[in-house]
T-cell receptor
């Protein structure tokens, strides 16, 4: 079955540590996204990538980094520079077809700083 | 820039109707609607492309007013399963950069 997989589901980080969240899709989608969701709030765009080896900052990119070395993978690193990283992180992907840009989401990673 | 959704929350009794609005300050290429249940990933409902079309999915439908850069989601004869948070997502071009509003929490009670 095609889909988008995020791992791990839960992640605990100590203050000052970097952590990497995994996102893999087998939908052959061009674009991939990372969103952050805080309790009771919407989805804020962190980074997005439209093609391999290229990515763009979203609205809240500070303290995060990404890479897009393969079409199917878009890992997100939460660095120690991100002062308030506790949140629910969602990865999504879609295509650029004119009539079919439905975004598929992974099940999310809940990151907690301890 | 994120689209603006209203209202923030709505409480309905089963069988009642509701409208959720989504507006943007930029010209839109498309509007997406998703529903998220607590602790789960958002699930796609429908896409509306510029051209002012209207779509329906069971008793949930949506319209897109291209001139006003607004979209509305209509929940008709609501069911308990309609409870959740509804998000609109907007694209300003065909390159697929998708940005979401803050969401509208819908609670349907028996």
């Amino acid at each position: 079955d095609g889909g988008i997989t995020q791992s791990p589901k839960y992640l605990f980080r100590k203050e000052g540590q970097n952590v990497t969240l995994s996102c893999e899709q087998n939908l052959n989608h061009d674009a991939m996204y990372w969103y952050r969701q805080d309790p009771g709030q919407g989805l804020r765009l962190i980074y997005y990538s439209q093609i391999v080896n290229d990515f763009q900052k979203g609205d809240i990119a500070e303290g995060y980094s990404v890479s897009r070395e393969k079409k199917e993978s878009f890992p997100l690193t939460v660095t120690s520079a991100q002062k308030n990283p506790t949140a629910f992180y969602l990865c999504a992907s879609n295509n650029f077809s004119r009539t079919d840009t439905e975004a598929f989401f992974g099940q999310g990673t809940r990151l907690t700083v301890v | 820039q994120q689209p603006v959704q209203s209202p923030q929350a709505v409480i309905l009794r089963e069988g009642e109707d509701a409208v959720i609005n989504c507006s943007s300050s930029k010209a839109l290429y498309s509007v997406h609607w998703y529903r998220q249940k607590h602790g789960e990933a958002p699930v796609f409902l429908m896409i509306l492309l510029k051209g002012g079309e209207q779509k329906g999915h069971d008793k949930i439908s949506a319209s897109f007013n291209e001139k006003k850069q607004q979209s509305s989601l209509y929940l008709t004869a609501s069911q308990l399963s309609y409870s959740g948070t509804y998000f609109c997502g907007t694209e300003t071009d065909s390159w697929g950069k998708l940005q979401f509003g803050a969401g509208t929490q819908v609670v349907v009670t028996p």
